[in-house]
Nanobody
Framework: VQLVESGGGSVQPGESLRLSCLAS????????IGWFRQVPGREREAVSC????????WYSTDVRGRFTISRDSAKNMVYLQMNSLKPEDTAVYSC????????????????????WGQGTQVSVSS
């Protein structure tokens, strides 16, 4: 199992970024992909997830309406489109995957996934 994130960078408040997560070594359609973020000194928090079995997606209240998760199964890619970015969105963003049926539903996300990428830095400042 391998996950590789890309697309991070430095932007100003109000701008957008799209993060990509390239998955390999497992059948993506049978797994959930989650996006998590962490700031040094703070607990990791879940941002969004998608259940590739049925397309169900979940968003944290902090990002709902601004971020959109999507998938391209043919490319083994999951994306996180981040719009209207705020300084408080600054963090290292990691994608992760888990095979549990309950890893991602419309209402909940499993708190810790089984496999993780290395992370990509997102910085939002003026």
């Amino acid at each position: 199992v391998q996950l590789v994130e890309s697309g991070g960078g430095s932007v100003q408040p109000g701008e957008s970024l799209r993060l990509s997560c390239l998955a390999s070594g497992f059948p993506l359609n049978n797994y959930a992909i989650g996006w998590f973020r962490q700031v040094p000194g703070r607990e990791r928090e879940a941002v969004s997830c998608i259940n590739n079995r049925d397309g169900a997606a979940w968003y944290s209240t902090d990002v709902r309406g601004r971020f959109t998760i999507s998938r391209d199964s043919a490319k083994n890619m999951v994306y996180l489109q981040m719009n209207s970015l705020k300084p408080e969105d600054t963090a290292v963003y990691s994608c992760a995957t888990d095979a549990a049926l309950w890893a991602c539903t419309k209402r909940t996300i499993k708190k810790s996934y089984d496999y993780w990428g290395q992370g990509t830095q997102v910085s939002v400042s003026s």
